[in-house]
Structure formats: C-alpha cells, structure tokens
Nanobody
C-alpha cells in the first residue's frame, strides 16, 4: 500500500485547511486510515482515524470538535478537514493505514505516507 498526502500549507490562526491522502496498491487490505502529526521537537502523535468499512471515527481529544476525518471509498482517499486552527496545530501531518481489524482507538498503522507540513501563524 502506498499513501500520498496533499494539502499542507500556511494558514492564519482561526483558519481552516483540508488535507487529503490517496491510497494505491493493495487497498483492499486496508481496514482503517488516519492521520498522525509531529510538531518540532515533539514525538509523533495520533490525530484521527476512520474505518474503511463503516466510516466510524475516533479523534484525539486535542482536535475533537475542530477536525473532521472522512473517506471516499471509490477514490481510495481519506481527508482531514481542520477548522479553528491554532499555532499548536503546527506540525508535519502523516497519513497512515492499517490492515488490522482492531478497535480504532488502538490504531497502529503498518503503512505511512510522506508528511505534509501545516503551519499555523498567530
């Protein structure tokens, strides 16, 4: 499975940005897809995940009610709509996928895309 992320950029605090990730290859093996992020000097952290089959979602508390993850099965893409962005959301965002049929809160990806940088200015 190959993952290609798009949509990073520079946005002012309070603004919005939409990230997308396209999956290719053995996409039939994907059970869930999601996003992680890594801010400068910090460890990579989970952001959101969505089930490929039923669309159920799970979010980190820090982004709940601000970010929305969605999927387009026909296009093998997952998107992350990010609203009310703050400088604390500045990070490299990574798309990820897993074939494991585990609980979404236990999302442990086997596949990773390249990161896309999101910078939120104050």
């Amino acid at each position: 499975v190959q993952l290609q992320a798009f949509g990073g950029g520079l946005v002012q605090a309070g603004g919005s940005l939409r990230l997308s990730c396209a999956a290719s290859g053995r996409t039939f093996s994907i059970y869930s897809m999601g996003w992680f992020r890594q801010a400068p000097g910090k460890e990579r952290e989970f952001v959101a995940v969505i089930s490929w089959s039923d669309g159920s979602t799970y979010y980190a508390d820090s982004v709940k009610d601000r970010f929305t993850i969605s999927r387009d099965n026909a296009k093998n893409t997952v998107s992350l709509q990010m609203n009310s962005l703050t400088p604390e959301d500045t990070a490299v965002y990574y798309c990820a996928a897993s074939p494991s049929r585990s609980y979404l809160r236990l999302f442990r990806p086997d596949y990773w895309g390249q990161g896309t940088l999101v910078t939120v200015s104050s």
